[in-house]
């Protein structure tokens, strides 16, 4: 079986093409890309197979897709190292590979400082509308009262 794990990303199981659901997936977040060591200890094959495999050219920095081969993400310099996604690298073990069972795993990233001070905000904010809800009922309480004694009064 073929293993490939990636970080913070919606993912496919290569075998069904079902999305893995995961809340804050983020495709395009660098923690989503593998670097080549990991798609070599993944695919079980050499440092230089996996470049042979690789779709690159020296004159173009970033080829057209091509199927046959395996795809790396954009690059804006030639100096920055390959990285690819972990789809694409499923996809490239089951195509071309023709590995039969590929598994695609997600792992959760640990918690950084960001995402620590956004559950702050985020449960701040919740409080905040549950305080606003209560004043909100409240006040409307407080109309519906007042207008049932309006009306015995007149």
Known sequence: MFNVSALNSSL???SSEQPIAEDDASTASQDSLVGIDDVQKSLNRSRASVYRYTNTDPRNLNPPFNPRKLNPEFRSDQKDPLLFHSNEVARFAKDILRIKEV???VLNSPSTA????LVSIHEELKLIRLHLDRMNKKEEE???KTEVHNRSVA
């Open 114 to 117: 960001t995402q620590n001070l």
């Open 12 to 14: 496919y199981e290569s």
């Open 142 to 144: 407080t109309t519906t």
């Open 103 to 105: 598994t695609v795993e």
